[in-house]
């Protein structure tokens, strides 16, 4: 059992956006899969829990900062580990290193487990399995408070959620989200600006065929942070809240 796990990553033309750097939604796919390969590592990956107690890992929230992104071709490394269970959540830490041991971005994420076939929330207790115990600070804090709007929401686009767009749980993808944040926003915008932060709740899972209404709320841009939020359209629940920092 490794208690830190780490693991090498090329970055690929397919993972970068115009300016050949690495997009956000390609690094939140880059830690999802390090997340679901250190669970099994550690013994309590998704086919374990569904079988043993027919449950399934679902991330809840998560916040990234970026200190430099790569771009095509560098080599980075990417580092994960655990803490221990809390009551309803299991929170998980990450870092991301340069090919010369250079922290470029830091991640901390909160999962929680449902019952696979209800959709509900199960306490951490049901899970036997021991979690690694690391002694290591936390790389970033994430208990702020809750995500909300200071202005107005003004509408950006709708977007069906389709078949491209689903994971193995059959709803829309945690990094998928973050492809549908970052088209709120011009092609001009992205040129000007660049996303230093992103923190971000998943509320409500989205299903395919859903119409997800996206959000804005720029009231803050004066202090470089822009909420973001998306409505299910079918069934009128918030499926995400995000808050971005930009530069």
């Known amino acids: 059992m490794e208690a830190i796990f780490k693991k090498k990553y090329i970055v690929q033309v397919s993972e970068t956006d115009f300016r050949r750097q690495l997009k ?3 690094l939140f796919v880059y830690l999802q899969d390090m997340a679901t390969e250190h669970a099994y590592n550690i013994g309590v990956g998704r086919d374990v829990l569904k079988k043993k107690y027919g449950i399934i890992w679902v991330l809840n929230r998560v916040k990234v900062e970026v200190i430099r ?27 991301i290193y340069d090919k010369y041991g250079d922290i470029i971005a830091k991640a ?3 999962w929680v487990v449902i019952d696979f076939s209800t959709r509900r929330l199960r306490r951490c207790s049901i899970i036997e399995e021991e979690f690694p115990r690391v002694d ?4 970033l804090d994430c208990t702020s408070g809750k995500i909300k709007p200071i202005g107005n929401l003004n509408i950006s ?15 829309l993808n945690n990094a998928k989200y ?17 996303i230093k932060s992103i923190e971000i709740d998943y509320m409500h899972e989205a299903l395919p ?8 709320d720029t009231a803050g841009v004066e202090n470089n ?12 629940s918030t499926t995400f809240k995000a808050q971005i920092t930009i530069e």
């Open 178 to 194: 973050i492809d549908y944040i970052m088209d709120c926003f011009s092609l001009e915008a992205h040129k000007k600006y660049s």
């Open 24 to 26: 956000l939604s390609s």
């Open 136 to 139: 290591r600070e936390r790389p």
């Open 157 to 171: 686009y709708k977007k069906t959620v389709g078949y491209s767009d689903i994971d193995i749980n059959e709803h």
């Open 108 to 110: 901390f994420s909160q």
């Open 69 to 95: 992104y790569p771009i095509y071709k560098d080599e980075i490394t990417i580092e994960t580990w655990p803490e221990q269970p809390e009551k309803v959540q299991f929170n998980r830490n990450f870092l």
């Open 225 to 236: 942070r822009v909420y973001i939020e998306g409505i299910n359209e079918n069934t009128g």
């Open 209 to 216: 065929g859903e119409i997800i209404q996206l959000y804005t």
